[in-house]
């Protein structure tokens, strides 16, 4: 059974750091592409970072320079490091694997995506100003 779990999120005031954790089981995360989506009131589902087999990165414009993703394989862990956080960064953050066969999907809404590769439950990050 594959289990993607998140942990890390929470409440923090504007400019405040948080690290999500994604603790993945039944797949090793260096054997696909990695990624975070969130999502927050009234807003789309956002693709906001990827890290692929080869360790590159990418970066939503909104987070670019802000959020760092990586990954640890011996813990078989992927985390998002989130610095400078804004409270249009309030949102549900998920973890995901990309779906094998088409790869990132993307829509308006997270769980309309969720048959697409492997999520976690999701974590509530709060940033209030």
């Known amino acids: 059974e594959v289990r993607l779990v998140e942990s890390g999120g929470g409440s923090v005031q504007a400019g405040g750091s948080l690290r999500l954790s994604c603790t993945v089981s039944?797949?090793?995360?260096?054997?696909?592409?990695m990624g975070w989506f969130r999502q927050g009131p009234g807003n789309e589902c956002d693709l906001i970072s990827t890290?692929?087999?080869?360790?590159?990165?990418y970066y939503e414009d909104s987070v670019k320079g802000r959020f760092t993703i990586s990954q640890d394989n011996a813990k078989n862990t992927v985390y998002l490091q989130m610095n400078s956080l804004k409270p249009e960064d309030t949102a549900v953050y998920y973890c995901t694997a990309a779906d094998r066969a088409r790869g990132w999907v993307i829509g308006n809404d997270c769980d309309n995506l969720k048959e697409y590769g492997y999520w976690g439950q999701g974590t509530q990050v709060t940033v209030s100003s």
């Open positions: 890290i692929r087999i080869d360790g590159s990165e």
């Open positions: 039944g797949f090793s995360v260096d054997d696909g592409d």
